[in-house]
């Protein structure tokens, strides 16, 4: 089938960590065009690949079929409009927008353009997080009683000339991180009843919430999601606790530590974690009670653009269709008002 030729709004850290190594590692896709305004960072690593100066230079190009938008979080909902009028198919990075109200805009303006829309989700190819799907899948620990999923990160300090960091153009560990967990825990769960958050500035300067504590209330299960960046002795990355078992994992998917030191998706053992960094699981199987590591399965990045490529090519299911993603921005804002009046907030249908 014909390849899909693939725009890039930016080369920051998302750009060359985790989209254009996947990109280029298919053949489904090439990537044509980068928009570097200043530099021309993306040079040494595709040389192949044409640097643009402005974002309308992928909009006008005809042969660019598919626009991966992944600048500053406060553009997201500009850009991705802008290129959805132009008839372009977009990824946009997470967070999907910073309210629901544009969520709900650009979903309607591709449902009406008969456009891809998809949002890089692309934790849901964890090694960690396919690990806890299959576990629940199976039953192993029963009828799961509580889900606790914490990203810990520590740096005391405001780290200077970032815009995460700024507040000027969006930013916020709710926003940044929140959005993997509470995708993950929805993609699990549903949609829950309520929550109850916390969110709060930790660090000395901080301008972002750097801390958050979400609760999720369902009927039967307790669910709670955990970031800062002032943790700095290891906790466990999932706890799981079911009426026959439970299951603790720690350390995180290894894919961003090997991309950001230049490994490439295509190379052996990708997404494989060994024995050591294997999950505990200590339940009962076949009423025989059994402890010990419970292997991981494979983290897959790719996954993510092979089914956006076989959506738009064969009209398979969109894994990570943006009108989904909608439900996490309502959860994120649900967050910060209840962070506001420090109350449970319903959340509705």
């Known amino acids: 089938m014909e390849i899909i030729k693939v725009g890039m709004a930016a080369f920051g850290m998302s750009g060359k960590v985790f989209h254009a190594p996947f990109i280029t590692a298919n053949p489904n ?36 079929e598919l626009i991966i938008v992944n600048t500053p979080d406060s553009t997201h909902y500009e850009y991705t409009k802008q290129a959805l009028n132009a008839g372009k198919h977009v990824i ?66 405001i780290k200077p000339g970032t815009w995460k960091e700024s507040g000027e153009a969006g930013g916020g560990l709710t926003y940044n991180l929140g959005s993997h967990l509470i995708d993950q ?10 929550i109850y958050a916390e969110t709060a500035i930790m660090r000395d300067g901080g301008k972002v919430d750097d801390y958050f504590l979400i609760r999720l209330i369902y009927p039967q299960i307790k669910v709670n999601l955990k970031a800062s960046y002032l943790m700095r002795e290891p906790l466990p990355r999932f706890i799981l606790h079911g009426t026959l078992g439970s299951y603790v994992k720690y350390g995180t998917d290894k894919q961003e530590e090997a991309l950001t030191a230049g490994e490439k998706p295509d190379s052996p ?23 010990g590591k419970y292997p991981s399965l494979t983290g897959n990045y790719a996954g993510f653009y092979q089914n956006v490529y076989e959506h738009i090519r064969k009209d398979t299911p969109l894994l990570t269709d943006a009108q989904d993603i909608i439900e996490v921005i309502k959860v994120i804002e649900a967050a910060y008002k209840s962070q506001q009046t420090r109350s449970v907030i319903t959340l509705k249908n």
């Open 29 to 64: 896709f090439e990537l044509t065009k980068i928009v570097e305004r200043s530099k021309d960072l993306s040079k040494e690593f595709y040389p192949k690949v044409r640097i643009v100066k402005s974002f309308d230079e992928l909009l006008t190009d005809p042969e660019i």
């Open 92 to 157: 946009v990075e997470k967070p999907f927008t910073t309210t629901v109200s544009q969520a709900e805009e650009l979903v309607f303006l591709a449902r009406e353009k008969a456009l891809t829309l998809s949002v890089y989700q692309n934790r849901r190819w964890d090694a960690d997080f396919l690990t806890v799907q299959h576990i629940i899948k199976k039953g192993l620990l029963g009828r799961l009683v509580e889900y606790e999923s914490t990203f810990q990160r520590y740096r005391n300090f």
């Open 185 to 194: 825990a929805l993609v699990l769960f549903g949609k829950p009843e309520a």
């Open 269 to 291: 053992h990708w997404g494989e974690e060994t024995e050591e960094e294997w999950g505990i699981i200590n339940t009962e199987i076949e009423e025989k009670v059994f402890r």
